[in-house]
C-alpha cells in the first residue's frame, strides 16, 4: 500500500497514516475515508491531491502555532483557510453577508476547539498586521513588481521617489502608523500638508497626485493582505482647482513658433553653443513628432539608417542594459527620418548615450536656450516642439488618424470604439512626413500635390481602391 490507497468492497479507500511532524495540529493517528472511485489509477491520483492539501493545511496550522512576526501569522491563516477551499475575509467583512453564507463557514468547523487555527482562518479572527506607513514602498515593490521589471534604472528610480515621497510626508504631517489605523482625520492631514505646498506655488495637479499616491498605497496595503471592500481614508480627498487654474486647465500647452525652428533651431551659426547630442535630439523632435525621451533614450539597435526607409523604431525594452517603457503601446511605432532628422540621426548612429537613460536633456536644453536668448520669451519651452509638428500636420492636410499613427497617440481614444486594421505603411509616412518638412542643403522636399499622387499609387498597389 506504497500509494496509500487501499480497495474497500469495490470501493478505493485513503490510508494515511499521519506524520509525527504535524502531531500538534492534528489529533488523529490516521485518515482514512474513501476516495469514491473503482478506478485505481484515479483513486491514486485522488489520494495525492488530497494529502497535498492535507499538509498545506498543517504546515500552515503549524506556521500560525509561532509565527516569526505578525504578517507571518496572518499568512499563515490565509494559507489555512485556502486550504479548507474558503477565501480568508476579516470578520467585520463576513458579519455583513447572508446568513447562510456564515452557516457554511460553521459547518466548515463543527467539532473544532475555539482555539483551533481553523476556527480563526474560517471566521476571520486573524488581526490585519501592523504595517508601518513608513514601510510602505517596500509594499508597492511587492505588489508591482511584474511592472517594474521593464523599467531602466532611471524609470525605477523616479518610480520609487514618489511612494517615498508620500510616505515621508504622511510621517511628517501625521506621524508613522499602521496602515490598518489611519483614520480620515489623519488623511486629512495629510491633505492639508499639501494644500500648504499648493499655497506656496505647486499646482493642484501636482498636489492631487501626491494624495493619489497614499490612495494607491493603502489600496495596494489591502491587496497584499487578500482583503476586498476596504474603505480607503484617502478617497476623494483631492483638492479642488484655485480659479485661475479653472480658467487655464484647458488650454494647450504652447506651441514653439514654426519660424522659430525654421530660423533658429535649424541654423548652425545660432545654436552653435549647445552641446551637439541636445541639438539633434530636438532636431529630431521637431521634424518627427516624437517625444524627447523616445529619442535620447534610443538604443542603437533601433536606428535602422541603412533600409530602403530610413528609421527609428520606438519600443519598450524589458531586458538589458538598455531597457525602458514607453509610454504606452500606441507609442509603439516606426518613424521615417528624411531631411534634417535623417542629418541628425547620421551623426549620432548609435544615438545618444550622454542623455540615455539620464533626466538631463529638458533642464539643459530649455535653461542654455533662455540663458542665451533663443527662445521666444513667452513661456515657450521645447516641449511646443510636439506640439507645433501637429499643427503643421493638420495645416497640410493630414487627417487625425494619420497625425495619431505617426505621433503615438491612442487610435482607440480618437475613434471612441476598438481599432482594426495595420498601421500606415513606413513609405507612406515618410510621403506624410515630407509635407511638412523644412529642405535642406542637400535635399528639397516635393510639392505636397506631388505627394499626394505618391501616396495615392503606393495604396492603389497594395490593393487599395481610391476611386
Known sequence: ?????????????????????????????????????????????????????????????????????????????VAIAQSQGLNYRPAGELAKDPLHEIMKRLDSIQGEPPTSPTVTAALGGAPVPDTMVSEAPAIMERVHAEATQGKSPNQLKKWRAKWIRASEAFVESAGDRPLNSITIAEARKYRDHWKGVRDAGRTTDYVNK???????????????????????????LQLKQTGKEAKTVHLAPKETPVTWIRDVLLHDEKCAS??????????????????????????????????????????????????REIKNLSSVRLI??????????????????????????????????????LLPDNGVTIRGLRHAFETRLRLAGVGNEDRAMLMGHSMGKIRGRPVYGDTIELRVKALLLEMVAFPTCNWEPRPKDMLNVEIDRILEEQGFRLQ
Open 1 to 77: 500500500m506504497a500509494d496509500n490507497i487501499k480497495l474497500r468492497g469495490e470501493t478505493w479507500h485513503l490510508y494515511w497514516r499521519v506524520p509525527a511532524r504535524y502531531s500538534e495540529v492534528e489529533s488523529r493517528k490516521t485518515l482514512e475515508f474513501s476516495l469514491r472511485t473503482r478506478d485505481r489509477v484515479e483513486a491514486r491520483e485522488k489520494a495525492a491531491v488530497h494529502k497535498t492539501a492535507f499538509r498545506a493545511q498543517w504546515e500552515a496550522m503549524l506556521s500560525s502555532l509561532k509565527p516569526a512576526s505578525q504578517r507571518d501569522a496572518y499568512d499563515a491563516v
Open 210 to 236: 501626491q494624495i493619489g499616491y497614499m490612495e494607491q498605497i493603502l489600496d495596494a496595503f489591502y491587496e497584499e493582505l487578500d482583503i476586498a471592500d476596504q474603505e480607503n481614508p484617502f478617497h476623494g
Open 274 to 323: 549647445l552641446n551637439s547630442e541636445a541639438r539633434d535630439i530636438a532636431i529630431v523632435t521637431a521634424e518627427t513628432g516624437s517625444r524627447a525621451s523616445e529619442i535620447f533614450n534610443l538604443p542603437a539597435h533601433q536606428i535602422r539608417l541603412d533600409d530602403q526607409v530610413p528609421h527609428i523604431r520606438i519600443d519598450m525594452e524589458l531586458e538589458g542594459h538598455d531597457r
Open 336 to 373: 521615417p527620418l528624411i531631411g534634417f532628422a535623417l542629418e541628425a540621426m547620421k551623426r549620432n548612429p548609435s544615438g545618444f548615450p550622454r542623455y540615455r537613460g539620464k533626466d538631463g536633456y529638458s533642464g539643459y536644453i530649455n535653461n542654455h536656450m533662455r540663458r542665451h536668448g
